[in-house]
């Protein structure tokens, strides 16, 4: 099976998302959204999240977070999207009620043995703890944000306020999986002000 196009480290890609919660999956992974219906026999729109985007349905049956599943039974390309038949959708109606609608899969579903050394899946960051070379910890990664400018990473840890820092080679300069760690540079990342004395305090909490 081919890889997904979300697990690259790059400054640029689609639009990434993380869900706290889903009835249905342990570890789900965002594969697609569906957008406006195509037609009259149920077809929709689908911006796919895949590498090849009509292999969306080769991962096994996708998932919303409301529990449903749904079984990709024809697809084609379309510009910049899919277009899907799912089993159970055959009219207009049908169809229309699942625009805006994200569908997910079960992260074990991915194949790990198409990855690179230096590949990864985006699912796999959630919970590695951000450090610097000192080893001074800005807390953990609660989700992976595109808002139309390059990937974000969340940042949270206790006490403190969510930040978002640029995923950039600049910023995240090494990812270990195995570790649970991500190296930073803290300047780069805006969770320390360039004109500190290095010691890599964090900035302190804005009052309201």
């Known amino acids: 099976m081919p890889p997904v196009l979300f697990y690259v480290h790059t400054e640029s890609g689609s639009r990434r998302k993380w869900i706290e919660t889903m009835s249905k999956l342990e570890n789900p992974v965002l594969m697609a959204t569906i957008g ?21 349905g080769d991962y096994g049956n996708l998932h919303s977070a409301d529990g449903r599943v749904f079984e990709v039974l024809e ?18 109606n049908a ?4 625009n805006g609608l994200e569908l997910f899969i079960e992260r074990d579903n991915l194949p790990d043995d198409d990855l690179d050394e230096d590949e990864f899946f985006y699912a796999d960051l959630e919970g590695l703890e951000a450090v610097d070379g000192a080893g001074r910890s800005y807390g953990s990664v609660t989700g992976v944000f595109d808002f139309g ?3 974000l990473l969340e ?15 600049w910023s ?8 649970g760690r991500l190296l930073v540079d803290p300047v780069a990342a805006g969770l320390v002000d360039a004109k500190e004395d290095g010691t890599g305090k964090p900035f302190p909490k804005k009052s309201k």
């Open 75 to 92: 697809i084609r390309e379309a510009k910049n999207v899919v277009v899907v038949r799912f089993r159970g959708i055959n009219d207009r």
């Open 155 to 169: 940042l949270k840890g206790p006490g403190r306020r969510p930040v978002l820092i640029p995923f950039t080679e």
């Open 172 to 179: 995240v300069l090494e990812i270990d999986l195995e570790a």
């Open 36 to 56: 406006a219906a195509q037609g009259l026999r149920g077809e929709v729109r689908v911006k796919s999240f895949t590498a090849d985007p009509i292999a969306l």
């Open 149 to 151: 400018a390059g990937d």
């Open 95 to 98: 169809a229309e009620a699942l």
